[in-house]
């Protein structure tokens, strides 16, 4: 049997490791859950296309409330939800690349 001690201890472990998320998990999980959040200059987001290097990897939206993608160049993202964001992004990248069923957008921070 675990004594209440051991209990009290795990308990506030738990605790600790809910509050101890990293930033980008958290902002993540708020644009997954308010489909209403619009993008701001600040925000990172990252970009993944299985098979392109140059895609996986952050892209910071800029004082203008744009990113800069390679091949294709400036997209407007400021303002944008995600869903908006991703549409943007796919239909930018349609201009230089072909396949783009696997590419991902994700806010990795606010």
């Known amino acids: 049997m675990i004594s209440r001690a051991a209990l009290s201890v795990f308990a506030a472990l738990l605790a600790l490791a809910m509050f101890a998320l ?11 859950a308010d489909s209403s959040l619009r993008l701001r200059v600040g925000d ?20 203008s ?3 800069t993608l390679p091949e294709v160049g400036d997209v407007d993202l400021a303002g944008r939800t995600m869903a908006e964001a991703t549409l943007e992004v796919r239909e930018a990248l349609s201009k230089a690349f072909r ?12």
């Open 22 to 32: 990293p930033a980008p998990a958290v902002a993540q999980q708020n644009a997954a």
């Open 44 to 63: 990172i987001l990252t970009i993944a296309m299985p098979g392109e290097p140059a895609f996986n990897r952050d892209f910071l939206i800029d004082r």
């Open 65 to 67: 409330g744009r990113i």
């Open 99 to 110: 396949d783009l069923g696997r590419m991902t957008v994700t806010l990795k921070e606010r």
